[in-house]
């Protein structure tokens, strides 16, 4: 079912996580990922246990995955030739690495 990639349902994945949602609002830096940064509302609520740590690993794959769906074909792309750089360097420095042995 997966391969079934339901298109812009920010709006209904805020609606039913609103209680997650309302706390990220509150969190020190707009771009906080809720993970580990100082100043995280939603870190503060599970530590408190007011929300579900199920709940918000929901949460947080259902915004991946929105996020990978809503992606344009160029910013897919784009993403994909970065990596494939980054491979190739990798690459290319274990070889040179080898070689200076």
């Known amino acids: 079912m997966r391969e079934l990639q339901l298109a812009d349902c ?3 994945v805020e609606e039913v996580f609103s209680d997650i949602s309302a706390l990220a609002t509150q ?3 707009s771009d906080c990922q809720h993970q580990s940064e100082p100043g995280c509302a939603i870190q503060m609520a599970l530590d408190a246990s007011q ?3 199920r709940r918000l690993s929901n949460y947080l794959k259902l915004m991946r995955e929105q996020a990978h769906n809503g992606a344009s074909l160029a910013e897919k792309r784009a993403k994909d ?3 494939g750089r980054f491979y190739r360097s990798v690459q ?3 070889t ?3 070689k200076g042995r």
Do not use: F, H, V
């Open 10 to 12: 920010e709006s209904g």
């Open 27 to 29: 969190c020190r830096y």
């Open 51 to 53: 929300i579900d740590q």
């Open 81 to 83: 030739r970065s990596l």
């Open 92 to 94: 290319s420095e274990a």
């Open 96 to 98: 040179l690495r080898k």
